[in-house]
């Protein structure tokens, strides 16, 4: 049997895990942008501060996510399923969107700043109207690298219980079924290409073309 065929033969299961795929996707990344935006804005205020939180970001980032996943459901209040991966990988977000919301504001030139400044601005005006727009690019950059790193980090909340787009590659696997395993490795790939692709049109349209990050 043919990938397509496959495809074609199953959608309507296959479609249910995507809807899955794309609900857990859409919660991690809405939790994750009002939790740890804040938290960078926080932190670029406070060096001592920043140093703690974003060693703490690193040492979440650095570990596997499977071990992860497996730690969080041994709590009683996350257990097996949605909960326990929402919190998986809200906290992997935390290392791409707190660093790049701190690094962002803290490289906008302070010449710019003193000059605000010296115009009687006070230092959250100076965040809203000067820092926060500068540091949009990189802060934009960090949110990208979230949505694709998550799309690609649901695919593990499989093995927990989530009837996502990651079971077509756990059930392949034991079934050895490859074409389940290239289609939910491929669609997986899809959906993270897709996703960057439209966030690429949009900080385009965003970003002015001088404050864009350039990639090569």
Request: glycine share 8%; net charge positive.
């Amino acid at each position: 049997m043919s990938i397509v065929q496959y495809f074609l033969n199953n959608f309507s299961f296959i479609s249910k895990y995507a809807a899955t795929h794309f609900s857990l996707i859409f919660g991690a990344v809405l939790i994750s942008l009002l939790l740890w935006l804040p938290v960078g804005v926080l932190i670029s205020r406070n060096e001592k501060l920043a140093n703690t939180v974003l060693g703490i970001a690193n040492t979440i980032y650095c570990i596997p996510s499977l071990a992860l996943f497996s730690f969080l459901v041994t709590i009683p209040a996350f257990g097996l399923g949605r909960k326990s991966a929402l919190l998986a990988l809200v906290l992997y977000a935390m290392m791409p969107l707190v660093r790049n919301v701190y690094q962002g504001i803290k490289i906008v030139d302070k010449s710019v700043i003193e000059a605000a400044r010296g115009m009687g601005m006070n230092s959250w005006r100076i965040l809203r109207e000067i820092q926060l727009p500068l540091a949009a690019p990189v802060i934009f950059a960090g949110f990208r690298i979230t949505v694709v790193m998550t799309t690609g980090v649901a695919a593990i909340a499989a093995y927990i219980g989530e009837k996502n787009l990651g079971r077509l590659i756990t059930v392949g696997l034991n079934g050895y079924n490859v074409e389940m395993i290239v289609t939910g490795a491929l669609l997986i790939a899809l959906i993270a290409i897709v996703l960057d692709t439209v966030l690429g049109f949009f900080e385009r349209m965003m970003i002015p073309r001088g404050l864009r990050i350039r990639r090569g």
